[in-house]
């Protein structure tokens, strides 16, 4: 489209309840394959002769030449969507014109997206809709929206290179997820199981002893412009310059943390995209993993850590080799902020400490007191269903307290 004729395109965006749908599934590949059947329908829903549809992040992008309205939304019942479309202007040469593309998805998939949160919202016009927000939402909340929408695609222009064939085309240098199936056909029962993710990519992650920042999130950066905004000061078009220009900052030091992890396991193991902002795979050992954390964490120190989860295949296979890494991936959030190596990488079947299981239940006893709805509340969902692990890998002096829970 950035490269066709013309001037003018007609774009739709919907998006999806990803994580109400991995949460209810209770594991995060199958609610992803259910969210991407659920899209795929949709895409098949329109009339193809006239809609091209691609994907922008994890939305789903439907698009066509000139000016028109947009078709029946067709969803299924399992998944909860929003969308939202708008008519984009083209001027320029081709990459100015990929550029108004993809400005064009920030604010049209920020529409979808409080379309998806608050259905009572009839208009589905992008602009119309993000003009509401100083209406019907909070600073944090607007600012939450104004952040939350990742992935970019990069490379293409601007003497930024493009991602090869086997890469993440949003992330050059990182493998493709479309490699998974190779890696895992030539694992060895000696392997360990990774999964990645960055600690607290929104709001940023605090010192849990002195309460200092340690890294910067994308939506707390936002907040003076999401307070600006509502308070009338800046018009919506300003805001939106401005948060996608840092939208984009922080797109590229995903993609340089992400690079960095994916490097420092090669030649010896394999890591590949299939998180919006983590990386799984397999690895000879936990060290290697440890090691590859440590230097992406030093490398964008201050803007974002990650931490890891690590699991051996021994004779489980991958099914549960993988469940039981996101388990430890989950031990690591609940210790973030704290001294504990155990912050940075868990390797599931070694118990915490007596100072680390602490941290931990008091971390997952402050998501009890704050309730349902506030920010991390689903790791206090996942620590009840993997209870009998968490008792596994507690000391006994802090079991009682965690059973309370």
Known sequence: MAEAGGREVTMIVVTSALRASVEEAGDHDAGLREVRDSLALVARGTDSDRWSASYYGKDLVLIRPGAADPPRMRFTNGVRHGWAWDRVELDGDSIQRRESLLFACYEMSMAARLRRDRPETQEARAASVIGEVPRVLGVAQAASLLAGVLVRPLGGGHGVRGAALDEDPRMPGVPSADGWTKTAEGCASTDFYAVTDVHDI??????????????????????????????????????LRETYRRRLARESDLVEHLRTLSDAVRPTGQLHATLGDGLSGLVPDAEIMRAAVTAANRRTDGRMHSGVG????????????????????????????????????????????????????????????????????????????????????????????????
């Not at 910067?216 to 300003?238: D, I």
């Not at 210790?335 to 940075?344: F, M, W």
């Not at 008091?362 to 709805?373: E, F, I, V």
């Open 310 to 405: 690590v699991a051996p295949l021994s004779s489980m296979g991958l099914a549960a080799a993988r469940e039981r890494a996101h388990f430890s991936l989950h031990v690591t959030k609940t210790l973030k902020g704290t001294a504990c190596p155990e912050a940075a990488l868990h390797e599931f079947g070694k118990p915490l400490d007596s100072e680390g299981a602490a941290y931990a239940v008091d971390h997952l006893t402050g998501l009890a007191r704050a309730g349902a709805g506030q920010v991390g509340h689903h790791h206090l969902v996942h620590a009840r269903r993997w209870r009998n692990w968490w008792l596994e890998h507690l000391p006994s002096s802090v079991r009682a307290a965690f059973v309370r829970l």
């Open 202 to 239: 929104e709001w940023g992650t605090l010192s849990r002893p002195s309460g200092a920042r340690l890294t910067e999130g994308n939506a707390h950066e936002l907040l003076p412009w999401a307070e600006a905004w509502l308070a009338g000061r800046l018009s919506t078009a300003a805001v």
